[in-house]
């Protein structure tokens, strides 16, 4: 069975980021967000984002509110942020492969890979 998960790692503190708002998105749909979220103390979802037949192949989009994380953390961000949401848009090509999307943050960058 197919799922989608994600991991959010502060690269400014070396912690997980916990309590980030995350939207996920399916592009070229209008609407509402599949699926909204906030990180966990480890910096993942209590659950996967999809999963089983909820998840199909596509291009989709997963925002993350990085701007308001490191603001309730009492970081002196600029006005604006350099970053505030972060946007990945990536696609998912077989419905039964497991795609796992990690993002290592700070204020000033990001990173990510099709993770395991």
């Not at 991991?7 to 995350?22: E, R």
């Not at 509110?65 to 848009?89: C, E, M, Q, S, T």
């Amino acid at each position: 069975m197919g799922k989608l998960t994600t991991h959010i790692l502060d690269t400014s503190f070396g912690k997980p980021a916990a309590g980030v708002y995350i939207e996920l998105h399916r592009c070229g749909s209008a609407g509402a967000a599949l699926v909204t979220a906030r990180s966990n103390a480890d910096g993942r979802c209590d659950q996967p984002l999809l999963e089983g037949d909820a998840l199909s192949p596509g291009e989709y989009e997963l925002t993350f509110h990085i701007g308001d994380y490191f603001r309730a953390l009492g970081v002196d961000l600029p006005d604006p942020p350099f970053l505030d949401k972060v946007v990945i848009r990536f696609g998912i090509a077989q419905a039964n492969a497991h795609y796992h999307v990690p993002l290592l943050v700070s204020p000033w960058g990001y990173s990510t890979y099709r993770g395991s």
